[in-house]
């Protein structure tokens, strides 16, 4: 099904592949022939192609973060922007936390784009990356978004996804720092057969290459005879779920089917024919055979969590062992009690509830091959229940106008908001111990909405929308859309695009610095940091095995509403992980301010051994994982742990580049190590002359265990110069504003 390749290759100007090593010809021009390459030094302002000094054409925010990062450059100085900047309302739409919150942070989002010359698209209008498709990615470009979905390379658009701070620095002028990524050929070829969806190639894909690491921090370039044979649409299906792969950015071959589409939108002028320029040089290959794909399921809880849905009906005992391990990644993970095997009914796992949403689920033919798999059937009021959101206004229209949401409100189906809720945990949470079939991007521990903090837990698995409407048409009893005898119709597409003209405002290269910007109440300024001084001293505040993901560092769904008022969401830091976390961390912060006697015993002792005084060195928690970060590019991830007084992260593994850019982004020292040390919860851990190592450019730090007194050498890993300012000056802020 799929072959990875770890050694390099050179795909042929005839489109064959050939390992490097039997390459007869100039391998570094052959680098030079790939797709990304091209992108990526149009868009380079640095003086060579090894360190990257990328600006983008084009950044784009959703509104769980954007709030935030415009409070950045408010702390900094507000300054007209100078790249368009499109701010979208779909994360949070819903969620009535906290009563005017969400539309108190929309009408700033709205108030700061009039001031600053930006775009802003209303609520209920689109999802973001469905926006971004329709009005904004073309040929050739590159596009930064804060949410770690942003992805447009089957349109030209090398799309990446970060913390906000990037999104803040491209808005102040500078450059996104990166070094040259390696990058991974993607070979497709044969076609799917009928109820075969892309979320079944995305998932194989993700399955096969998220735990080896594979495509971490890569460029996917997606080439071959297989790309003809998807609709525009699939491809989109299958781009948007790269990032669950860990990969940094995609790119795809362009062509007629891609003009066709954007001319449909009223954007033929944004397509660019893509292909290689000649013998072009990956990093890595993965062979990806269409026709040998079948319906897939990812199981609680993550996205690499991949089984053939074939294989889990065809045994008891197999099923029985997969939800098994289930189980047991609940309890270990929450110590609550959640059962799946109660739920098998016939030899097969009967599920709770179906959603299709958002930028992978919500497009146009996903909804409508719902509606051909549902003709005729009408969902039971006692049964499973399917609610569809669609990705756009246009999207819906169109659905109404080919008659496709017509049959499926006739069938049961409850057509839902333009919002990316189901997803993001903020609609649609399933009742507790329950299981969700849903068509979204994500299925992390907690992320579908319930609070384990109060003794819920429930989860869903990730499907194509094809097989959800199989299981729904089949009381909820699991079932591949292969096994459905279904004639797929064929709809010619419109875009209606009056809904946008005059209903997105657009004011970039205008801004009015009169305007007043209303400013709820619950949004606040982000507190004062401070630098680091020249000894840095660490208390453990908390201690896992395993990876600690983005959404335990700082939930989606209730929390996120919190996403303006930066102490307020920090109270919601590891709740699902560690309950006592917040206050740990908390009284660390504190503990001089309290004068905490022992805090002050450990420094005076500390300051003892380096013949220092307390003004010298920076006290603060830290946090100790072999994996952090996977997920989301939410900054809060970071900033959370900066608030409540963290100076450092410990890992053996930082799981992507955008969250220890986000750790460096808010100061907090991105430590790893080999081999865990032996350091507890409430252990010290002694950092000598941190800040003076880190300005010089040394990429390894002595640590002491004042416990022991052992030495352990700790890597901070590559840094550019501005990365390590930033650093030690304390964070982003400090650092725009010393060179304000």
Same mark, same amino acid.
């Given at each position: 099904?799929?072959?990875?390749?770890?050694?390099?290759?050179?795909?042929?100007?005839?489109?064959?592949?050939?390992?490097?090593?039997?390459?007869?010809?100039?391998?570094?021009?052959?680098?030079?022939?790939?797709?990304?390459?091209?992108?990526?030094?149009?868009?380079?302002?640095?003086?060579?192609?090894?360190?990257?000094?990328?600006?983008?054409?084009?950044?784009?925010?959703?509104?769980?973060?954007?709030?935030?990062?415009?409070?950045?450059?408010?702390?900094?100085?507000?300054?007209?922007?100078?790249?368009?900047?499109?701010?979208?309302?779909?994360?949070?739409?819903?969620?009535?936390?906290?009563?005017?919150?969400?539309?108190?942070?929309?009408?700033?989002?709205?108030?700061?784009?009039?001031?600053?010359?930006?775009?802003?698209?209303?609520?209920?209008?689109?999802?973001?990356?469905?926006?971004?498709?329709?009005?904004?990615?073309?040929?050739?470009?590159?596009?930064?978004?804060?949410?770690?979905?942003?992805?447009?390379?089957?349109?030209?658009?090398?799309?990446?996804?970060?913390?906000?701070? !990037?999104? +803040?620095?491209?808005? /102040?002028?500078? %450059?996104? @720092?990166?070094?040259?990524?390696?990058? *991974?050929?993607?070979? $497709? =070829?044969?076609?799917?057969?009928?109820?075969?969806?892309?979320?079944?190639?995305?998932?194989?894909?993700?399955?096969?290459?998220?735990?080896?690491?594979?495509?971490?921090?890569?460029?996917?370039?997606?080439?071959?005879?297989?790309?003809?044979?998807?609709?525009?649409?699939?491809?989109?299906?299958?781009?948007?779920?790269?990032?669950?792969?860990?990969?940094?950015?995609?790119?795809?071959?362009?062509?007629?089917?891609?003009?066709?589409?954007?001319?449909?939108?009223?954007? !033929?002028? +944004?397509?660019?024919? /893509?292909?290689? %320029?000649? @013998?072009?040089?990956?990093?890595?290959? *993965?062979?990806?055979? $269409? =026709?040998?794909?079948?319906?897939?399921?990812?199981?609680?809880?993550?996205?690499?969590?991949?089984?053939?849905?074939?294989?889990?009906?065809?045994?008891?005992?197999?099923?029985?062992?997969?939800?098994?391990?289930?189980?047991?990644?609940?309890?270990?993970?929450?110590?609550?009690?959640?059962?799946?095997?109660?739920?098998?009914?016939?030899?097969?796992?009967?599920?709770?509830?179906?959603?299709?949403?958002?930028?992978?689920?919500?497009?146009?033919?996903?909804?409508?091959?719902?509606?051909?798999?549902?003709?005729?059937?009408?969902?039971?009021?006692?049964?499973?229940?399917?609610? *569809?959101?669609?990705?756009?206004?246009?999207?819906?229209?169109?659905?109404?106008?080919?008659?496709?949401?017509?049959?499926?409100?006739?069938?049961?189906?409850?057509?839902?908001?333009?919002?990316?809720?189901?997803?993001?945990?903020?609609?649609?949470?399933?009742?507790?111990?329950?299981?969700?079939?849903?068509?979204?991007?994500?299925?992390?521990?907690?992320?579908?909405?319930?609070?384990?903090?109060?003794?819920?837990?429930?989860?869903?698995?990730?499907?194509?929308?094809?097989?959800?409407?199989?299981?729904?048409?089949?009381?909820?009893?699991?079932?591949?859309?292969?096994?459905?005898?279904?004639?797929?119709?064929?709809?010619?597409?419109?875009?209606?695009?009056?809904?946008?003209?005059?209903?997105?405002?657009?004011?970039?290269?205008?801004?009015?610095?009169?305007?007043?910007?209303?400013?709820?109440?619950?949004?606040?300024?982000?507190?004062?940091?401070?630098?680091?001084?020249?000894?840095?001293?660490?208390?453990?505040?908390?201690?896992?095995?395993?990876?600690?993901?983005?959404?335990?560092?700082?939930?989606?769904?209730?929390?996120?509403?919190?996403?303006?008022?930066?102490?307020?969401?920090?109270?919601?830091?590891?709740?699902?992980?560690?309950?006592?976390?917040?206050?740990?961390?908390?009284?660390?912060?504190?503990?001089?301010?309290?004068?905490?006697?022992?805090?002050?015993?450990?420094?005076?002792?500390?300051?003892?051994?380096?013949?220092?005084?307390?003004?010298?060195?920076?006290?603060?928690?830290?946090?100790?994982?072999?994996?952090?970060?996977?997920?989301?590019?939410?900054?809060?991830?970071?900033?959370?742990?900066?608030?409540?007084?963290?100076?450092?992260?410990?890992?053996?593994?930082?799981?992507?580049?955008?969250?220890?850019?986000?750790?460096?982004?808010?100061?907090?020292?991105?430590?790893?190590?080999?081999?865990?040390?032996?350091?507890?919860?409430?252990?010290?851990?002694?950092?000598?002359?941190?800040?003076?190592?880190?300005?010089?450019?040394?990429?390894?730090?002595?640590?002491?265990?004042?416990?022991?007194?052992?030495?352990?050498?700790?890597?901070?890993?590559?840094?550019?110069?501005?990365?390590?300012?930033?650093?030690?000056?304390?964070?982003?802020?400090?650092?725009?504003?010393?060179?304000?």
């Amino acid at each position: 099904m799929i072959q990875l390749k770890k050694e390099p290759f050179v795909r042929l100007a005839d489109g064959t592949f050939v390992r490097a090593c039997d390459y007869c010809a100039d391998i570094e021009t052959a680098r030079s022939h790939t797709m990304a390459w091209r992108i990526l030094e149009a868009h380079n302002e640095g003086p060579d192609m090894e360190n990257l000094y990328l600006k983008f054409d084009m950044l784009v925010s959703p509104d769980d973060n954007y709030t935030s990062i415009l409070q950045e450059l408010c702390a900094v100085g507000e300054r007209p922007l100078a790249i368009p900047w499109i701010l979208t309302n779909c994360h949070n739409t819903l969620a009535a936390t906290g009563g005017t919150i969400n539309n108190d942070d929309h009408a700033y989002g709205l108030g700061c784009m009039k001031k600053l010359g930006g775009i802003f698209v209303p609520p209920y209008t689109a999802v973001i990356h469905q926006y971004m498709r329709e009005c904004a990615a073309g040929g050739g470009r590159m596009i930064l978004g804060s949410d770690s979905h942003t992805r447009y390379g089957c349109l030209g658009t090398m799309g990446i996804g970060e913390g906000g701070t !990037e999104i +803040a620095r491209q808005a /102040l002028g500078s %450059t996104y @720092d990166i070094r040259r990524p390696p990058v *991974i050929a993607v070979k $497709l =070829s044969g076609a799917p057969v009928p109820g075969v969806g892309p979320m079944d190639v995305a998932l194989t894909l993700i399955g096969a290459v998220f735990d080896c690491g594979f495509c971490k921090n890569k460029i996917l370039e997606v080439v071959g005879d297989g790309i003809a044979n998807l609709s525009m649409e699939y491809r989109m299906g299958i781009d948007v779920m790269t990032t669950e792969t860990a990969a940094l950015s995609s790119i795809w071959m362009t062509d007629e089917t891609v003009r066709e589409w954007l001319a449909i939108h009223g954007r !033929e002028d +944004a397509y660019e024919k /893509l292909e290689p %320029t000649g @013998d072009a040089l990956y990093d890595g290959l *993965i062979e990806i055979d $269409l =026709s040998s794909m079948e319906p897939m399921i990812a199981l609680p809880f993550h996205p690499s969590n991949v089984y053939s849905i074939r294989e889990l009906c065809r045994d008891r005992a197999y099923l029985d062992g997969v939800l098994e391990s289930v189980e047991k990644d609940a309890y270990m993970r929450s110590g609550l009690t959640y059962t799946l095997r109660d739920k098998i009914k016939n030899k097969r796992l009967m599920v709770q509830q179906a959603s299709i949403a958002g930028c992978a689920g919500g497009t146009f033919d996903n909804i409508a091959a719902v509606a051909d798999i549902l003709d005729g059937y009408k969902i039971s009021g006692d049964g499973i229940s399917l609610g *569809i959101y669609p990705a756009s206004q246009p999207v819906f229209l169109e659905t109404m106008r080919q008659g496709v949401a017509e049959r499926l409100l006739l069938s049961g189906v409850t057509i839902r908001p333009c919002i990316c809720g189901p997803c993001f945990g903020t609609v649609d949470v399933p009742a507790n111990n329950t299981l969700g079939i849903r068509h979204v991007s994500r299925n992390y521990y907690s992320r579908e909405g319930s609070k384990t903090d109060s003794g819920q837990l429930s989860a869903t698995a990730l499907m194509d929308a094809r097989s959800i409407a199989s299981t729904v048409r089949n009381g909820g009893l699991l079932t591949a859309a292969t096994e459905m005898d279904t004639v797929y119709r064929k709809f010619d597409y419109h875009f209606e695009n009056t809904i946008y003209r005059g209903g997105v405002y657009n004011g970039f290269g205008c801004p009015n610095p009169c305007i007043h910007v209303p400013k709820g109440p619950n949004i606040k300024d982000w507190p004062d940091f401070s630098e680091m001084r020249k000894h840095v001293l660490l208390k453990a505040a908390a201690c896992f095995e395993g990876s600690i993901t983005t959404d335990e560092l700082c939930p989606s769904g209730e929390a996120s509403s919190l996403r303006s008022n930066p102490e307020k969401i920090a109270a919601y830091t590891l709740i699902s992980k560690d309950q006592e976390y917040v206050e740990y961390a908390g009284n660390i912060r504190d503990a001089l301010e309290n004068e905490n006697t022992g805090t002050r015993s450990v420094l005076e002792q500390v300051c003892t051994m380096l013949g220092s005084e307390m003004k010298d060195i920076s006290y603060g928690s830290l946090l100790i994982s072999d994996k952090i970060g996977d997920g989301s590019s939410r900054e809060q991830a970071a900033s959370n742990q900066k608030v409540l007084g963290g100076w450092a992260n410990l890992a053996i593994e930082y799981s992507t580049k955008r969250y220890r850019s986000n750790c460096i982004s808010w100061g907090l020292i991105p430590l790893s190590c080999k081999e865990r040390p032996d350091l507890k919860k409430g252990d010290y851990l002694l950092l000598p002359d941190a800040s003076g190592k880190i300005r010089m450019g040394e990429e390894q730090l002595e640590g002491i265990i004042l416990k022991t007194g052992e030495k352990v050498r700790l890597s901070i890993g590559e840094m550019t110069e501005e990365e390590r300012r930033m650093l030690v000056l304390g964070g982003m802020i400090n650092y725009y504003r010393s060179i304000r």
